[in-house]
């Protein structure tokens, strides 16, 4: 399931950073289970969407998923911007200086 999931995420939304967390094994199920999931999705599919639309966007990705066992399914959905104000951005590296010298 983890990967049905992350193939139709990755496909469809053409995430800059992506994660499909299996948190089943915090839940009352079977050991193996893949029934709980948490996402973290950064994409610009999201930029002018409000939370409940990129929800929508991703139970509509995940329909047959949704249908076939997944039971819970965290989602934390960002723009780009939104993920770098929360981040914060890599300092730029130094300017090269001829190197070689």
Known sequence: MQAEI?????????????????ESNNHNVPSGSE??????????RFNGKP??????????ILQDQLQRGIHALAMHTYTELEWREMQGDAPESPACHGGGK
């Open 6 to 22: 992350e193939t139709r995420l990755s496909t469809e939304l053409k995430p800059s950073v992506m994660q499909v967390i299996n």
């Open 35 to 44: 029934s709980h999931f948490k996402l973290v999705l950064v994409s610009d």
């Open 51 to 60: 939370l409940l639309a990129r929800h929508r966007l991703i139970n509509s």
